[in-house]
């Protein structure tokens, strides 16, 4: 018997009709033999529907009510889809973060698993039950509610998988796995069928929405494989999993964007240690997450540094960095720049092979398309482009390295 965890999305969830069938899949699953969990998300749209009833009251509602609130939305999705199973004939329990025992730390709206207590979980499974765990949700060790953030229920399951030791955990959603791009942009974009955890953290965190970053380091670090799959049909899916030598073959898996960048440039900074500290540090604390960081000395010997955010984050970053500045130097600058995109290479293949970045650049220019500020890592060449030009510049890229056709063995 296999103990199989289950996880599905919004969209997965966004009906009666679409309950019913995640109740057959886990139906099917216990009939082979299995014991199973389910972490299920808020069906789609509730989320997005309660965050506008909070804003008709403020702007900037209380983050505490809100992780109160936001939990509401997997909580009524557990009790339909348990409802969904007894139907079926399936014994099933609704589990919420608190009785799943997911300790949580952090701020509000923006938890951090801490650590889980299964005991409960491993009671119920012995009893016979399928469990159905509202994912997104935990516990802070003053017992307040506290929600995860975005791709919150992908890190209740990998977290749950790793605490009850799971044999597969098998991320279900509108997508058969994970591509070479997104379909939608690439028409002949190809479905891999594995990818290592560095190569799929990568392209989490450049764009790619199959998964949040977080959930995918939580897996690499305790060794969760898991499975990419979707949950309207039975297609194999893209297995994530430790990176294996015949990886290095492939040179490039993938190609991700992420629109909606915004670039910040400072100018006139004092050419003395701690400057970029005080810089990042105010930043940090207004938990802006930066993305590429390029820093160097301008021709008058004043340093200069650009990175680029989400857009949604530029008034704040002008906020933060307001302050910060005047106590640098009264030199100092912000330069603003909103409409550019990412674009992102990523492949292990490249530790062993040169002359990838030329090909991807003579791509770009022969395509027509400027670059901005480039950035990379053993594993990733990312560049900004006009957000207008992101999809030609994908595509451009996909052929350049004949990313449709299946790699040489």
Do not use: W
Not at 61 to 78: F, H, K, N, Y
Not at 227 to 254: C, F, K, Q, Y
């Amino acid at each position: 018997m296999a103990l199989i965890v289950q996880k599905y999305g919004g969209t997965s969830v966004g009906s009666i009709d679409r309950m019913r069938n995640v109740a057959a899949r886990v139906k099917r699953t216990r009939d082979e033999g299995n014991q199973v969990v389910a972490v299920v998300s808020a069906m789609s749209g509730i989320t997005d529907g309660l965050i506008k009833m909070a804003r008709e009251f403020s702007e900037t509602p209380s983050e505490r009510e809100m992780d109160v609130l936001l939990a509401t939305g997997e909580q009524q999705s557990i009790a339909l889809v348990s409802m969904a199973l007894h139907e079926a004939g399936v014994e099933a329990v609704s589990v919420t973060g608190r009785q799943a025992g997911i300790f949580t730390t952090g701020s509000h709206t923006r938890g951090r698993i801490q650590d889980i207590d299964p005991e409960f979980m491993k009671r119920s499974l012995e009893e016979g039950n399928t469990l159905v765990v509202a994912g997104f949700q935990g516990i802070t060790p003053e017992g307040m509610i506290h929600t995860l953030g975005r791709g919150g229920s992908d890190l209740t399951a990998i977290a749950i998988s790793a605490a009850l030791k799971a044999d597969v955990c098998q991320i279900l959603t509108d997508v058969d796995g994970v591509y070479t791009c997104d379909p939608r942009i690439v028409k002949n974009a190809r479905k891999l069928p594995e990818i290592s955890y560095d190569e799929m953290l990568e392209m989490a965190s450049s764009g790619s929405k199959v998964m949040q970053s977080r959930s995918v380091e939580f897996a690499k670090k305790f060794g969760v494989v898991f499975e990419v799959r979707s949950s309207l049909n039975d297609n194999p899916g893209t297995l994530v999993l430790e990176e294996h030598p015949a990886m290095e073959n492939v040179v490039i898996r993938g190609v991700s964007i992420e629109r909606s960048q915004a670039r910040v440039t400072i100018t006139g900074i004092p050419d003395v240690p701690g400057m970029s500290g005080k810089i990042l540090g105010a930043l940090g604390e207004a938990e802006i997450n930066l993305d590429m960081i390029v820093s160097n000395i301008a021709h008058d010997d004043r340093a200069r540094h650009s990175f680029t955010m989400h857009s949604n984050d530029l008034g704040k970053a002008q906020a933060a960095l307001k302050q910060v500045l005047a106590e640098i130097s009264p030199d100092a600058r912000i330069e603003t720049e909103a409409g550019i995109a990412k674009l992102s290479a990523v492949g292990i293949g490249m530790r062993s092979h040169s002359g990838v970045a030329a090909t991807m650049f003579k791509a770009l220019g022969e395509a027509g398309i400027n670059i901005g500020m480039i950035s990379t890592s053993e594993i990733k060449i990312a560049v900004t482009v006009d957000e207008p030009r992101i999809e030609d510049a994908a595509r451009a890229v996909h052929d350049a390295f004949n990313l449709d056709k299946e790699p040489v063995k």
